[in-house]
């Protein structure tokens, strides 16, 4: 019973043993479990990681990609918007491809066309794709090859759908654009470049093949986002091209001349600066040739002014084929044209008038026939140092072929043979050194310092005489005497005054008022009403100045007729002697009219300055009545088309 007993007992604590062994191993599986579950929780996390790791690299990739992308577009709007020229953008545009989107090598074939037919000029290009065995062969830089026009089907399908195409085929790319090339050659530039595709991107402008945008790239491949920008990218060239050409377009309309073509007046006065410059740096010499067309009068009146207009048009173009690229041929407006000639002197200069007056005169228009100009011809430092005095000899000499019958060439005289200057100077010494004018001693000595020091120096008489003017004349404007003489002489072109009329004017303008420093200086500033007393004191001042001044120096005997004369108006109501119509010197007139005009624009101690369109309107006003209505309409289209203040 007892064993009995001891024996169910240790069954019982057997059981309970196994059954705590059970619940150890459920625990132990659990622990496997829970590790296990772990294990592979951590294993998911790891290769989540690295999947984001992977994609972070992609997406930085793709974001650096994207930023190099819009800097190249930055640079295009930033070229787009320089108006820079268009070869400028293009190569800023080649150079940021390669730079910043990482292309070994690009270039901008341009599409042109020639009497040899269509070809293909590189207009941009960066990298060194062509190599130096390449260019030795051609012996030019890139931009001097004639590339043929692809033939291959699949290059002109792409380039007549604005499709882009790719291709690793590269060999047969050289071989197409420049087929004369060796095949040796040719290898030689493949095996040496690291380039394993190229991308063309087919360009339009105004609806027609511009040219392509081509890059080589060290990939076999381009991605489908990269063909995306560079279409994208394609535009924006197209654009770029689009506002460089408008620019072009501004520029070329601001410097040329609308009708001919040529360059204009200002662009010409501009050119002409610089070469004086450049002469001056180098002591090198240049020629300016005027230019004339005869009788065009005759040909508006019997014809047209549509004949007119055509025989112009035909000497721009007789100038335009005859030119070198360095030449300036201008239109300096109506019939008259002017050509700068850089390098050469007054012996090259003739030649090249003598070949233009042939080829003008060689040219039948219809129902006109044949047309003739009268041409001149001065060289700098040859015949003048003074670009103003040298354009006014080469009108001179222009002018004096049409006297001896147009349709001829004339060599200007050299400046030392023209003595208008040396008169001029011996006058103003004459005066200051004899006191003939009430001028204090300090400005007379100073004046006559600059006088005897000159050699044929224009300002320096001009400085005197705005000197002498602005003694009883504060308001005059510095620079004065310049204008005038200048507006003068262009205004007596319009009446063919011979060179020595000219000459006697130019002198005229220096003197005719130095009567005024006679007078009582509080008279010349009064702001009331002048009394009769007055005007008659103010009327004076020309007789003054011929008689009392200027007579007693012999050598402008032929002047002083000029001076004493240039307040007499047309209609006989002028002084000292109400001379009338053409019993009145042409050049009194014109002073006359040139100095109302620069008073008019002065001020006065009755009234404020007028506008230049103020002052015209009563030159216009003054027709038939102070001038003749035929100078009032010349002095206006001297003053709106050739003369700038």
């Known amino acids: 019973?007892?064993?009995?007993?001891?024996?169910?007992?240790?069954?019982?604590?057997?059981?309970?043993?196994?059954?705590?062994?059970?619940?150890?191993?459920?625990?132990?599986?659990?622990?496997?479990?829970?590790?296990?579950?772990?294990?592979?929780?951590?294993?998911?996390?790891?290769?989540?990681?690295?999947?984001?790791?992977?994609?972070?690299?992609?997406?930085?990739?793709?974001?650096?990609?994207a930023n190099r992308q819009m800097l190249t577009l930055q640079h295009v709007w930033d070229m787009m918007n320089s108006s820079k020229p268009l070869s400028s953008v293009l190569n800023a545009i080649a150079r940021s491809l390669q730079g910043e989107l990482g292309y070994l090598n690009t270039c901008?074939?341009?599409?042109?066309?020639?009497?040899?037919?269509?070809?293909?000029?590189?207009?941009?290009?960066?990298?060194?794709?062509?190599?130096?065995?390449?260019?030795?062969?051609f012996n030019c830089e890139p931009s001097d090859l004639r590339l043929e026009f692809p033939k291959e089907e699949h290059l002109v399908q792409a380039i007549d759908t604005n499709t882009i195409y790719q291709s690793t085929n590269i060999t047969e790319l050289i071989k197409s654009v420049v087929p004369n090339a060796p095949e040796l050659v040719i290898k030689g530039i493949v095996s040496h470049s690291k380039a394993k595709s190229y991308i063309?991107?087919?360009?339009?402008?105004?609806?027609?093949?511009?040219?392509?945008?081509?890059?080589?790239?060290?990939?076999?491949?381009?991605?489908?986002?990269?063909?995306?920008?560079?279409?994208?990218?394609?535009?924006?060239?197209?654009?770029?091209?689009?506002?460089?050409d408008l620019f072009q377009m501004v520029k070329e309309q601001a410097i040329t001349d609308s009708m001919t073509g040529l360059f204009n007046r200002r662009y010409f006065e501009e050119c002409l600066m610089k070469e004086v410059v450049r002469a001056k740096r180098h002591c090198q010499k240049f020629t300016v040739i005027g230019i004339d067309l005869d009788y065009l009068k005759k040909i508006n009146d019997v014809y047209g002014h549509n004949y007119g207009d055509l025989a112009i048009k035909s000497i721009a173009d007789v100038l335009k084929s005859s030119c070198r690229s360095i030449d300036i041929p201008a239109r300096m407006g109506g019939e008259e044209f002017n050509v700068i000639l850089p390098g050469v002197d007054s012996q090259g200069g003739m030649v090249f008038a003598e070949r233009i007056r042939k080829t003008i005169e060689s040219i039948k228009l219809e129902k006109i026939g044949n047309i003739t100009a009268s041409v001149g011809v001065a060289t700098y430092i040859e015949h003048s140092n003074d670009v103003y005095e040298l354009l006014e000899i080469v009108d001179h000499a222009m002018y004096e072929s049409k006297r001896n019958g147009r349709n001829r060439v004339t060599l200007a005289k050299p400046?030392?043979?023209?003595?208008?200057?040396?008169?001029?100077?011996?006058?103003?010494?004459?005066?200051?050194?004899?006191?003939r004018i009430p001028l204090d001693v300090k400005t007379s000595k100073m004046l006559l310092e600059k006088l005897q020091e000159m050699n044929l120096d224009n300002d320096v008489l001009y400085q005197v005489s705005?000197?002498?003017?602005?003694?009883?004349?504060?308001?005059?404007?510095?620079?004065?005497?310049?204008?005038?003489?200048?507006?003068?002489?262009?205004?007596?072109?319009?009446?063919?005054?011979?060179?020595?009329?000219?000459?006697?004017?130019?002198?005229?303008?220096?003197?005719?008022?130095?009567?005024?420093?006679?007078?009582?200086?509080?008279?010349?500033?009064?702001?009331?009403?002048?009394?009769?007393?007055?005007?008659?004191?103010?009327?004076?001042?020309?007789?003054?100045?011929?008689?009392?001044?200027?007579?007693?120096?012999?050598?402008?005997?032929?002047?002083?007729?000029?001076?004493?004369?240039?307040?007499?108006?047309?209609n006989g109501?002028?002084?000292?002697?109400?001379?009338?119509?053409?019993?009145?010197?042409?050049?009194?007139?014109?002073?006359?009219?040139?100095?109302?005009?620069?008073?008019?624009?002065?001020?006065?101690?009755?009234?404020?300055?007028?506008?230049?369109?103020?002052?015209?309107?009563?030159?216009?006003?003054d027709s038939n009545s102070k001038w003749s209505a035929k100078l009032a309409n010349e002095f206006v289209a001297v003053v709106k088309e050739d003369f700038a203040e």
């Not at 043993?17 to 496997?32: A, G, T, V």
């Not at 341009?110 to 260019?135: C, T």
């Not at 081509?214 to 689009?242: C, D, G, H």
Request: glycine share 4%; net charge negative; charged share 25%.
């Open 415 to 435: 400046i030392s043979e023209t003595s208008w200057q040396e008169i001029a100077i011996s006058t103003f010494i004459d005066i200051l050194a004899k006191h």
């Open 573 to 621: 109501t002028g002084y000292p002697n109400k001379l009338s119509g053409e019993n009145i010197p042409i050049e009194s007139q014109i002073i006359l009219i040139v100095d109302s005009y620069f008073a008019l624009m002065e001020n006065r101690p009755y009234r404020k300055a007028m506008s230049k369109d103020e002052a015209i309107k009563i030159i216009m006003e």
């Open 1 to 65: 019973m007892l064993y009995c007993i001891s024996l169910g007992i240790k069954w019982v604590n057997l059981v309970s043993f196994f059954d705590s062994l059970k619940n150890f191993k459920k625990q132990i599986d659990q622990i496997e479990s829970t590790v296990y579950s772990g294990k592979q929780s951590l294993l998911e996390v790891y290769e989540r990681n690295a999947k984001l790791e992977a994609e972070i690299v992609v997406r930085t990739r793709e974001l650096d990609t």
């Open 108 to 137: 901008i074939p341009k599409r042109l066309v020639d009497d040899k037919g269509v070809y293909l000029q590189l207009v941009s290009f960066s990298g060194e794709l062509f190599g130096s065995s390449f260019l030795k062969f």
């Open 200 to 244: 063309m991107v087919p360009l339009a402008h105004k609806n027609a093949h511009f040219g392509c945008l081509v890059l080589f790239s060290s990939r076999e491949e381009a991605t489908e986002a990269e063909l995306k920008f560079l279409n994208l990218f394609a535009r924006q060239i197209e654009l770029a091209i689009t506002i460089a």
């Open 466 to 570: 705005d000197t002498l003017v602005s003694t009883y004349n504060p308001e005059h404007s510095t620079g004065g005497t310049k204008k005038k003489i200048l507006l003068a002489t262009l205004l007596a072109k319009h009446f063919d005054l011979s060179k020595e009329n000219v000459d006697r004017l130019k002198i005229a303008v220096l003197l005719y008022d130095i009567g005024n420093t006679l007078l009582p200086k509080d008279l010349l500033a009064k702001k009331d009403p002048l009394s009769d007393e007055d005007k008659l004191s103010i009327k004076q001042h020309p007789i003054i100045a011929a008689k009392e001044i200027l007579e007693p120096i012999s050598s402008i005997v032929d002047i002083i007729p000029i001076i004493e004369k240039h307040h007499e108006n047309w």
